[in-house]
């Protein structure tokens, strides 16, 4: 029974507004580990209880059976052993596959410092596989984590990459050879719990998409559930907009094209509040604009806020046929209140604006919202009557004859 | 002005294009209807669904066309709009004269008959896509699995093929509250629709452990959310109050009989 779509299906929302596609579950809340952040450190007081693999077979099933759920996504603290841990996770899976003959979707975590054989075998019958990797940085882990270890970490995910590709090479020559993780590896950590930077996360994020092949980094905005003086404390809640803005940045670097290095730098390691990373990018690189719609290469319409990856192809598909308007933009899902300081359609802007870092920003910003954040991260400022004296400086013949004839 | 009068189904809109293309009529001189509305100077003829026309109309524009384009005009034909067979006739037109090759069908997206082709292909397509995550079933006391959902489109024939290789081994019923039309998937054998079926709530009798999986259904919808986010603004936007009416973890613990009608 059972199968999976490419795209994934979200079968429910919960409160706080996550797509619910997966049961997700721990196999037993009971761990020997004491992270500081986690409510199933070992320190804490509360009830333990531990799932029969059987059990979570049935309940799999009767879910999935009811459309309640796409698959299983199985997690666990640490019980006696790393290694033995594994291989309850992995008689699971197994005997969900093969007893009760499920062909869903199943995500398993791999435990660091279990016995490698065991992860082999766990990924010959899980479609997508992931290693926690808890913090951003090994000195974070080291003070929040202190059983855990960056080697141990990156073990096995190392061993579940190189596992794929061997894993392609067999399929390509055997056809019916079992496929090992054929959805990919991912991996989490969290945002706001030690001190690193946007920059810091980003980069981290971008060497494991080029280094270790992942599919997916989620990021998980820190949430206070234990009292420890090693956590910081968040009186505004969890770091939402944070998490926000490093999921828009993972999208920049995974389909348009950017790097780390352009979005963020030593100097400036955090992410704009009142500004999404790609607008942020684009006001600080004024000289590459306005595109052209009906000319732009599709490299060059993807950095244009507004243009996602879907309007940039249609764009280019509906241009052959027709020349584009800006009633025709719209048509094609291009996200105009933002595209308009940015593009050109046969050579015209849509209103007369002037590519001016200050005007635009004031332009792509509501002011309410720049009230309720105040002027934090924002670098551009407001005018005001009273700093005319510095625009008292001569203004040269060339602007003078443009102003008249109405250029840009 | 001529103008061809089908029936509203695939079948009967693809029988039109055939005969279009077949009696070699001026393309733009015809006009498709789903409804008797006359306009000044037209004439009006109706034309009878046939199987083999449409197959071969079908058979092209997969061929044209390619699989994926052929699926996106298939969404737009079961919208819910009595202009959808026009604006399809006239995107079809347009790639066949331009000859557009294997997914470009939709590509003049500057026409406005395409761009409207284009729109209610991909609001069915939305739909689908919420409906084969959010249509819940019930275990009926003979192991018989029972949703009932009430869609804008026509969306039982798009829903029946994915629910049909999901469960193949299960015997279930989806049954279109608006439409009521009803569609039975016997364990191992060919799926069929039920046209005119009614489905009362006293003739459904739940299985015993029905209700106890309702319960840990809804207790693990309200444990995964983060009471620190909470944010039911957002998860209004992603799952409207309308989809919620027939799921699980949205209705009350107690099977509460729902005879309203839905329009």
Known sequence: MGNCAASGICHSFSADGRCISLLKILMTNECIYDCKYCLNRRSNDIPRATFTPEEICELTIQFYRRNYIEGLFLSSGIIESPTFTMELLCRTVCLLRTKYGFGGYIHVKAIPGADSELIRQTGFWADRMSVNLELPTAEGLRRLAPNKHRKNILTPMRQIQTGIVQNKDEVALYKHAPQFVPGGQSTQMIIGATGESDYQILNVAENLYQKFALKRVFYSAFVRVNQDDQLPALPGGPPLLREHRLYQADWLLRFYGFSAEELLSEKRPFFNVLLDPKEDWAIRHLECFPVEINRAGSEQLLRVPGIGVNSARRILAARRSANLTFEDLKKLGVVLKRALFFITCSGKMMYPVRLDEDYIVRHLTEKEERIRLGSDGMTYWQMTLFDDDLYTCEVPAVEQRRTAVGEL | ?263
């Open chain 2, 1 to 263: 002005m001529l103008v061809y009068r089908c029936e509203d189904s695939l079948e009967g809109i693809f029988t039109a294009v055939y005969r279009i293309y077949a009696e070699r009529l001026p393309r733009e001189q015809v006009r498709l209807a789903l409804d008797d509305e006359v306009r000044l100077f037209e004439t009006v003829q109706r034309c009878e669904p046939d199987a083999a026309c449409s197959e071969k109309v079908m058979r092209t524009l997969i061929r044209r066309f390619g699989q994926k384009d052929y699926e996106r005009v298939c969404f737009a034909l079961a919208a819910d709009d009595p202009d959808k067979a026009q604006a399809v006739y006239r995107t079809i037109a347009l790639g066949l004269t331009l000859q557009y090759g294997n997914g470009h069908l939709f590509d003049a997206l500057a026409d406005p008959e395409v761009h409207k082709a284009f729109q209610l292909s991909r609001n069915v397509e939305r739909e689908f896509c919420h409906l084969r995550g959010f249509l819940r079933f019930e275990e009926l006391a003979d192991d018989i699995l029972y949703a009932q959902f009430c869609p804008k489109n026509h969306q039982l024939p798009l829903l029946l093929p994915h629910f049909a290789d999901r469960f193949p081994e299960e015997n279930f019923i989806i049954y279109d509250v608006k439409r009521e039309i009803a569609s039975v998937h016997p364990q191992g054998k060919e799926p069929f629709l039920l046209h005119g079926a009614e489905m009362g709530e006293e003739r459904l009798h739940r299985s015993a452990r029905e209700a106890d999986y309702r319960a840990l259904f809804q207790d693990f919808c309200r444990h995964i959310a983060i009471d620190e986010r909470r944010n039911p603004k957002l998860q209004q936007n992603l799952l409207p109050l309308h989809l919620r009416r027939f799921m699980t973890e949205f209705s009350d613990s107690t099977h509460a009989a729902d005879e309203t009608q839905c329009h």
